[in-house]
């Protein structure tokens, strides 16, 4: 689910930044190879990714050997079934798991990230790979980005699994991992959340 990988560029940069050297290996069901050549390009030995479509639910054994997974505003898109193949899937590779989302499930909790949300809508055509004169019309000349971009935040916000979601999801895998839930803070209050879990040592 790493989408245009966003979250894994600046998880890099960050990490770097403490002395840390990560590996991020990008997979997607509808890989953003353009996208991700200049991630890899600027991040050489860092970024890399699966060019082919990869199934989070059923990730090829190869591929999921010796890597934990992450999943960085993106598990609300999955209907519960689907949510949970992707957590079965994860424990049944034994290396990790890590979903963040950048909301708790309150529509009202929508509204404060609102500035941020506008602001990045409005710089959206700039910073776009392609089609920046289509995109700029709909964003700046009419409604309809403002408006489709307001209805996906409110019924996203709605799909957040809480974190009794989480842990039911999780229970039926007993012990075998260690399973931790939390929320953070960024500006203008807002609340993320994440939960992760790691293999318990024998």
Known sequence: CAGAGGPAAILADELARVGVAPR?????????????????AARPGVIDYVAEPVDATAIPAGLAAGRARMVVNAFHHFPPALAQAIVDDAVAHGRGLFISEA???NPLAFARF???????????????????????????????????????????????????DLRGMVARHGDRFRWTYGTYRYPLGGVGTYFWGVPQRA
């Open 114 to 164: 609102a500035p941020a949300g506008l602001a990045a809508l409005a710089a959206a055509p700039v910073l776009t790979h392609t089609d920046r004169v289509a995109k700029a019309l709909y964003t700046w000349a009419t409604p309809l980005a403002l408006l489709a971009g307001t209805f996906d935040g409110l019924v996203s916000t709605l799909r957040i699994y809480d974190e009794r």
């Open 24 to 40: 991020f290996l990008l997979t997607d069901l509808f890989p953003r190879v353009t996208v991700w050549d200049a991630l890899v």
């Open 103 to 105: 909301f708790e499930r």
